[in-house]
């Protein structure tokens, strides 16, 4: 826990820094379900605060690019999650802002966040329970992987 809120003091936007409050009350809370679900919020926001600051700040054409797609994308289809998956692409093959174990790392976290925040017809569990092993890891990743570094 101790690493978490050290890592989370050197994230690099503010607002990834405010919604990652969230994640880690759910955290010290025992509610890892709704950590899970929070974590993969907050890395989608981080990727388009990272993406706008290329834009705004460096002048950087893909990540232009890159937004303007994406909400072209949502634009078309305001209810359909697809730009989420869109964007990690994205970010991984043509912003490069994404090392391979960052984005492995984030494709395993939307799966686990898929599992966490939609009921499971299959089984006498509904809903699946993560535990505390496997939130404390993925926040130790994302944190070090993406939320405290600069665009």
């Given at each position: 826990?101790?690493?978490?809120?050290?890592?989370?003091?050197k994230i690099y936007h503010h607002k990834t820094k405010e919604y990652f409050d969230e994640v880690l009350s759910s955290f010290e809370n025992e509610?890892?379900?709704?950590?899970?679900?929070?974590?993969?919020?907050?890395?989608?926001?981080?990727?388009?605060?990272?993406?706008?600051?290329?834009?705004?700040?460096?002048?950087?054409?893909?990540?232009?690019?890159?937004?303007?797609?994406?909400?072209?994308?949502?634009?078309?289809?305001?209810?359909?999650?697809?730009?989420?998956?869109?964007?990690?692409?994205?970010?991984?093959?043509?912003?490069?802002?994404?090392?391979?174990?960052?984005?492995?790392?984030?494709?395993?976290?939307?799966?686990?966040?898929?599992?966490?925040?939609?009921?499971?017809?299959?089984?006498?569990?509904?809903?699946?329970?993560?535990?505390?092993?496997?939130?404390?890891?993925?926040n130790i990743n994302i944190l070090e992987g993406l939320l405290t570094k600069p665009p």
């Amino acid at each position: 826990m101790e690493k978490i809120k050290e890592l989370a003091e050197k994230i690099y936007h503010h607002k990834t820094k405010e919604y990652f409050d969230e994640v880690l009350s759910s955290f010290e809370n025992e509610n890892y379900r709704s950590c899970i679900v929070m974590l993969y919020s907050v890395v989608i926001c981080d990727l388009v605060f990272k993406l706008t600051d290329l834009k705004e700040i460096h002048n950087d054409k893909k990540a232009e690019k890159i937004l303007s797609d994406l909400k072209a994308g949502k634009e078309e289809n305001p209810v359909s999650p697809e730009w989420e998956s869109k964007l990690i692409e994205k970010s991984f093959t043509e912003a490069k802002i994404l090392e391979n174990d960052v984005y492995t790392h984030i494709d395993t976290l939307k799966r686990y966040r898929n599992l966490s925040a939609h009921p499971v017809l299959n089984s006498m569990d509904i809903l699946y329970k993560p535990n505390k092993e496997l939130a404390e890891s993925m926040n130790i990743n994302i944190l070090e992987g993406l939320l405290t570094k600069p665009p």
